[in-house]
């Protein structure tokens, strides 16, 4: 009996989260361009390359377990907690990491760079 | 037998009994912490208070030990009813909920470990979210049910405090059909607790040191997800086993019994795991024979001082969002760029030291005094927010090398046939070129180390990075 009223509890919390769960939106962050350095800049959410003239923005969540990477090691992102390679077009090189940084959508606008992404 | 004895003379109650008594201390010093503590900047107000609240801090101590007892008690509990084959004593649904108490425990623990709110906490929320989201069709659900959004800790504090401890209080009622535990019981608890409080201190991340580890419960779990690609399959592992633990009162005795011995060698492989992952990973997981002597250092919080002096009393100031006792004392410190002003960057960013005391002696352990040379760098200047990659590649910079300088030098004495030679200032010789170089140039280069404090002129070469870039 008391099994049963917990399952009805966690449904009755499912449903609520589900809810809850649609409030999720688009977001944008914009980056001051000329405050950037030559190579990795690292932000809460993103990564930002600039490789001469070319800019190449990550996710600096790592696609193993979802930590921020926060560091390089050579010309290489690594990921602190299990050791995660990933080189400048983040494709992991060494470390468990399964796949690609993820790239998000942004755009230049004169000095700024607008990425958008969603938040959850 | 004799070792079975003479660990039964420090054992002043059932295995079941200490946990409890556990349990009760950790939800009472819980009940205290939570006057100070502040959900909507953990961090900041566990800061805050191991500086200025010796009190509070000496609870958050008493709450981080007894539920490290409380867990480490509940296992040997759990192993002690296997190995004296009562657990078919319990009834078959409070056995399923007592199976299911494990995975609260460790809950309630890891969202413990969370509210901290320090870099290895969010770290490991965002570990922990991303495991459960590869739970098949409810992963998302069992996420955001469980730690609610990255960086609110409100549900995840509800369910610390109330969800995971009010369920963990049912079950040890429904099968040990008592809450309070003895009065000797508990005095011995507290008596020892008190003991850890006071010399051991529950861990807080600098945000500044580059190792990254979990609670040291998970840390056994953190090597084995190193070695996975494919993470979640590692919640099949956690599933088997406490499958095989509800079931294991219902199996016939010798299948029980190998049950039971597989469960234990699988808790000493995750030991050995364990003492790997704890003693001997380091920065960036890496394999680090020597991290052992370092491993201890995330209790190496300030010592609990209660003597309150008129420093305790002012606001403590906050740089890049961590509390920098260290200004307390070392107010209006000049002569930096913009950059490296002390508004912008603290004291512990560069000089490390430990920014959560007020302590002379304790605040200056293990500092960096010139946290330029080169030796230093990659802790100090090179740490993740400020110049990760610069330290690597200036180790190879020619203002480190001197490479032409010491190459064309050597040419010209007739020591050296090959202008493209690489050579390194700091291998220089005795011959007659190299002595030329020492009396000259060698002292100028970036990987000289700086000895000497104070203002940096033309006159004082070397210091690494403090060479050009401090003021």
Known sequence: MINLVLLGFIFAVAKLARLHEQFTSTKTFTIDRNSLNEGFNFFERFIVLVDSENIKIFSSKCTHLGCRITKTEGQELVCPCHGSHYNKNGEPVRGPAPRQLETPAFEISGDKIIITFVAG | ?471
């Open chain 2, 1 to 471: 037998m004799k070792l079975k004895k003479f660990f039964s003379g420090f054992i002043y109650d059932t295995y079941g009994a200490i946990a409890s008594a556990n349990l009760l201390i950790c939800t009472l010093s819980g009940v205290a912490l939570a006057i100070p503590f502040d959900v909507s900047d953990p961090y900041d107000s566990i800061s805050r208070f191991i500086i200025q609240n010796p009190l509070a801090g000496f609870f958050r101590n008493f709450h981080y030990w007894s539920g490290q007892l409380f867990l480490i008690f509940t296992i040997i509990h759990l192993i002690d009813h296997f190995y004296r084959k009562t657990e078919s004593r319990v009834k078959p649904d409070v056995w399923l909920r007592v199976t299911l108490s494990l995975a609260f425990t460790f809950f309630v623990m890891l969202s413990g470990f969370i509210l901290k709110g320090d870099a290895d906490a969010m770290q490991a929320w965002r570990i922990f979210g991303t495991l459960l989201n590869d739970v098949p069709l409810i992963g998302d659900f069992l996420a955001f049910v469980l730690l609610g959004r990255e960086g609110n800790f409100e549900l995840l504090y509800v369910h610390h405090i109330a969800t995971a401890t009010i369920f963990l209080f049912i079950v040890v009622y429904e099968h040990a059909k008592y809450i309070w535990t003895k009065a000797r019981t508990t005095f011995i608890t507290v008596v020892i607790i008190s003991i850890l409080s006071y010399f051991f201190h529950a861990p807080l991340h600098d945000n500044i040191d580059p190792v990254i580890k979990g609670p040291w419960y998970f840390v056994g779990l953190q090597e084995i997800l190193h070695w996975m690609p494919q993470p979640g399959w590692s919640l099949l592992i956690v599933l088997v086993v406490l499958l095989i633990v509800y079931f294991i009162p219902r199996m016939k005795t010798s299948v029980a019994l190998s049950m039971k011995q597989f469960l234990v060698v699988l808790l000493v492989v995750y030991g050995g795991l364990t003492i790997v992952g704890y003693f001997f990973r380091g920065e960036n997981w890496k394999w680090e024979p020597f991290y052992f002597t370092e491993a201890h250092n995330s209790f190496k919080v300030s010592r609990l001082l209660f003597r309150v002096t008129d420093n305790h009393m002012q606001e403590i100031p906050q740089v890049r969002g961590r509390r920098e006792a260290c200004l307390v004392c070392h107010e209006n410190m000049q002569g930096f760029t913009d950059s490296h002003s002390v508004e912008g960057l603290g004291c512990t960013s560069c000089h490390l030291g430990n920014p959560f005391t007020l302590d002379k002696s304790q605040a200056h352990e293990k500092m960096i005094l010139i946290p330029g040379n080169l030796a230093n760098a990659s802790k100090t200047c090179g740490t993740a927010d400020c110049h990760p990659d610069i330290t690597q590649r200036i180790q190879n910079n020619i203002m480190t090398t001197n490479s032409g300088m010491v190459t064309v030098d050597r040419y010209v004495f007739n020591e050296e046939n090959n202008l493209d030679e690489l050579a390194h200032i700091q291998n220089i010789g005795h011959s007659a070129a190299d002595e030329h170089l020492r009396n000259l140039c060698a002292h100028c280069h970036l990987g000289n180390p700086k000895r000497e404090f104070g203002a940096i002129n033309e006159m004082s070469r070397g210091g690494g990075c403090n060479d050009c870039n401090l003021n």
